[in-house]
């Protein structure tokens, strides 16, 4: 899917503008970095659902899901988290 197709509403472009003020290596409108912002978005949703998969004692759940997002973390190259 190409850039153009996304369209980013006006209050997500203000918190990216204002993220990349932030991040110096973030560029509001590089498709490399909205990959980057989306990628870390999986992950922080996988860690949602993970801690309440968690809570209700979803072993399988949990381990699944912490294998997908180890492999995104090494494949990231963010093996320090």
């Known amino acids: 899917m190409s850039l153009e197709v996304i ?5 997500h472009r203000d918190l990216l503008n204002r ?3 932030l991040i ?11 990959q980057r912002i989306f990628g870390l978005g999986l992950i922080a949703l996988t ?5 309440k998969a968690r ?6 759940l949990v381990a699944e899901l912490g294998d ?3 492999s995104m973390v090494e494949a990231e190259g963010w093996t320090s988290l």
Request: charged letters at 25%.
């Open 68 to 70: 997908l997002a180890k």
């Open 19 to 21: 993220l990349s003020e």
């Open 24 to 34: 110096p290596d973030l560029e509001p409108d590089s498709p490399q970095s909205l």
């Open 47 to 51: 860690m949602q659902i993970t801690n």
């Open 55 to 60: 809570a209700q004692d979803q072993t399988e």
């Open 7 to 11: 369209e980013i509403p006006a209050a």
